[in-house]
């Protein structure tokens, strides 16, 4: 199994930057996409971006030219924001698919609160 651990969320003003940071441990190998979501109050958790363990990304449109996502090695993966704005306010989770061999597992972080306002 894997386990993720969040960091970097707090509060800050519109057009402010945060680096959010998701650390795995465990069994790491099995790591084959990591991903940042985020869910604001009464609304369902979306996709932010994700990485491959081969370096590719995808970033959903709100994010793209604002947020960055990138990893440091196979343990930790971080989320660049620029430019926030108060709809960015949400719990930001981190997610990693893992494959041992066929089959698949969906492991989750416990979240980090981001809130932009004035």
């Known amino acids: 199994q894997v386990q993720l651990v969040e960091s970097g969320g707090g509060l800050v003003q519109p057009g402010s930057s945060l680096r959010l940071s998701c650390v795995a441990s465990?069994?790491?190998?099995?790591?084959?996409?990591t991903g940042w979501y985020r869910q604001a109050p009464g609304k369902l958790r979306e996709l932010v971006a994700t990485?491959?363990?081969?370096?590719?990304t995808n970033n959903a449109d709100f994010a793209r030219g604002r947020f960055t996502i990138s990893r440091s090695n196979a343990h930790t993966v971080f989320l660049q924001m620029n430019s926030l704005r108060p709809e960015d306010t949400a719990v930001y989770y981190c997610?990693?698919?893992?494959?041992?061999?066929?089959?698949?597992?969906?492991?989750w972080g416990q979240g980090t609160q981001v809130t932009v306002s004035p």
């Open positions: 997610h990693a698919g893992c494959f041992y061999g066929t089959r698949y597992e969906s492991n």
């Open positions: 465990g069994s790491t190998f099995s790591i084959k996409v």
């Open positions: 990485i491959t363990s081969d370096g590719i």
